[in-house]
């Protein structure tokens, strides 16, 4: 299917920007927006592009493999690598700034593989819609010089799925999922514990054919959020006892389903002005 029309220039300015930056590492998690940057490096770069998974506990098992599928299936040539962002105490306390102590552990690691295999720069997925939200992320890739070309092609999340799906790439309507630690409260400190929790309750959803959820740790009580096209069924008793049977077994003390459905960042609505604010 070629690109559509309405998106040739866009597409145009991704590739022209591509090309320009050289020899490059693709920051990859295996989303919709990192997979078709990958995919659309290797395509203007061929073998002078690298993308690169970061493998920590909070990157669910499911998503790893998924992600190594995809770029199996493509032909991207790819390199997990470890990153030990739940060492730092400044992310594990998992106050506002969680999210730039991840990303900043990131591309540190990034950075020192860049040296040590020749790269010339770094690029990321973040995309033009992800600057409506709060995503302290951001502040660490300017930090440290990250490229964004999906960003500065002005390409939507939704152009993003456009492309893909013109490209024939099986991402293009994958579900969005953020890491495993956005999960879990702001101020509930991250352990390996909480996030396997975490990740087997959503192992378990999807077992039961659930397509967009997320399972938000509040300590006793598990708070599911599913997709509002699919929590007619998730209201039906049965499946509740079988929640709570699951979410009970993983350690939670109460089980509750969010009757607002599913949305992203939902977390963030705990957050306190002076909280952002102090996340810059």
């Known amino acids: 299917m070629p690109v559509p029309v309405e998106l040739a220039p866009k597409h145009a300015d991704l590739e022209q920007r591509l090309r320009s930056l050289g020899r490059l590492l693709v920051a990859y998690s295996g989303g919709v927006d990192s997979a078709y940057l990958a995919w659309a490096a290797h395509q203007a770069l061929g073998p002078n592009m690298l993308a690169v998974i970061a493998d920590s506990p ?15 299936e493509q032909h991207i040539p790819l390199e997990v690598i470890p990153t030990a962002e739940l060492d730092r105490p400044e992310y594990a306390r ?9 990303k900043d552990e990131l591309f540190t690691v990034m950075e020192a593989f860049r040296h ?7 690029a990321y997925g973040v995309n033009l819609d992800d600057q409506g939200d709060f995503r302290p992320g951001q502040q ?16 939507t999340k939704q152009d993003i799925r456009d492309l893909a799906r013109s490209a024939g790439l099986r991402i293009w309507d994958k579900p969005a999922s953020a890491c495993l630690s956005s999960r879990i409260e702001y101020g509930r400190p991250v352990t390996r514990e909480a996030l396997a929790a975490v990740e087997q309750g959503e192992d378990a959803l999807r077992a039961l054919g659930f397509r967009q959820f997320r399972v938000r740790h509040h ?16 209201l039906d008793p049965a499946r509740a006892a079988e929640f709570t049977r699951i979410f009970k077994a993983l350690g939670f003390k ?25 996340a810059g």
């Open 116 to 122: 040590a295999r020749g790269f010339d720069a770094i």
């Open 219 to 234: 300590g006793e009580i598990v708070r599911i959020e599913i997709s509002r096209d699919e929590l007619p069924r998730a």
């Open 254 to 278: 109460f089980v509750t389903l969010d009757l607002e459905g599913f949305r992203s960042g939902s977390m963030n609505a705990l957050l306190r002005p002076e909280d952002l604010l102090r």
């Open 94 to 102: 998992n106050d506002a700034s969680r999210c730039f102590h991840c």
């Open 58 to 72: 909070s990157l669910a098992r499911t998503q790893l493999a998924d992600a190594v599928a995809f770029a199996q």
């Open 140 to 155: 660490a890739a300017r930090q440290h010089h990250v490229a964004a070309p999906l960003l500065d092609a002005a390409l």
